[in-house]
């Protein structure tokens, strides 16, 4: 079972590196909302950070129908203090009372937890030595916070911390987890496309020649804050319109005008910058 995710990069965010790094998160840190008592869903809580995000900002918010992530993960967020902030991907639970909905958000939950790891080359081990935390361990063996987060909300739904873990080392263990925006889509077959390298506002990105026309690796997206959804075998989904990108090296590759609207590109020497 995989999970699509929404991403709706909240724009303007700063890109500060983690203590080992850009792109070199230890682990992951499980948090709640918080916010019983009205609706709550990864939608509005990723609207409502739209407005916040200067007081603080996590990485994904997931309810019963969606994960919806607002903050590239290779960059830290502010999510539970400095020490925590510095090392972990964060995850925000909505708070869900039905059981039925509570489940379908669990269930997500524990993909995209496990997924992350797998993601970045994570192993599964336990707070306080290890790679998945709650804000509670945070509080207790980093400081710089004090919140308990989320071990009461899933206490309340009968899962206690040391259950939790069990059911994300049961799905870390699993062998092939990997997030739908990560394709692991390879073709047995597939036409052997020349490697290029375009410049994209600056940065080098991957791209092939697909019949003369440039496809980029769909993280340049990042570059423009484009809100994509990755629908599987190079099919994404576009600021709303379907495009058929190309599965290579198990990667995707989509055409280098859908990354922005209006882009203007110069190809030199099988590089282009806008
Ligand atoms: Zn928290």
């Known amino acids: 079972m995989t999970y699509p995710i929404t991403i709706q990069l909240i724009p303007g965010l700063p890109h500060r590196p983690y203590r080992k790094g850009p792109g070199k998160p230890e682990g992951i840190v499980f948090h709640c909302t918080d916010t019983p008592g009205r609706p709550d869903t990864a939608a509005t809580e990723a609207s409502h950070e739209q407005r916040t995000w200067q007081q603080a900002f996590v990485h994904f918010f997931v309810d019963d129908t969606s994960i919806v992530q607002v903050a590239n993960t290779d960059f830290l967020c502010f999510g539970a203090g400095p020490n925590g902030n510095s090392r972990f991907v964060q995850i925000e639970l909505c708070m869900l009372e039905d059981p039925a909905k509570f489940q379908e958000m669990y269930q997500r939950s524990i993909w995209l937890g496990a997924s992350l790891l797998h993601q970045y080359g994570l192993s599964f081990s336990a707070a306080p030595e290890g790679t998945v935390w709650s804000h509670q361990d945070v509080s207790r063996y980093l400081g710089g916070t004090d919140h308990e987060d989320p071990v009461h909300y899933l206490q309340s739904h009968g899962i206690s911390w040391n259950r939790h873990l069990q059911t994300l080392f049961a799905e ?4 092939v987890n990997k997030p739908a925006s990560n394709p692991t889509c390879r073709p047995v ?3 052997a496309y020349r490697k290029l390298s ?6 080098f990105y991957a791209a092939i020649d697909v019949d003369d026309t440039t496809y980029v ?3 340049a997206l990042n570059e423009f804050n484009t809100p994509y959804e990755y629908r599987g075998n190079g099919l994404m ?6 495009i058929q990108g190309v599965v290579f090296g198990g990667s995707t590759y989509l055409p280098w005008s859908c990354l922005a609207p209006g882009i203007h590109a110069a190809k030199v020497d099988w590089s282009f910058t806008v």
């Open 172 to 175: 870390w263990s699993k062998p």
């Open 189 to 191: 077959s597939q036409p």
């Open 198 to 203: 375009v410049l994209v506002n600056g940065r």
């Open 217 to 219: 690796v769909w993280t």
């Open 237 to 242: 989904t576009v600021r709303g319109q379907d």
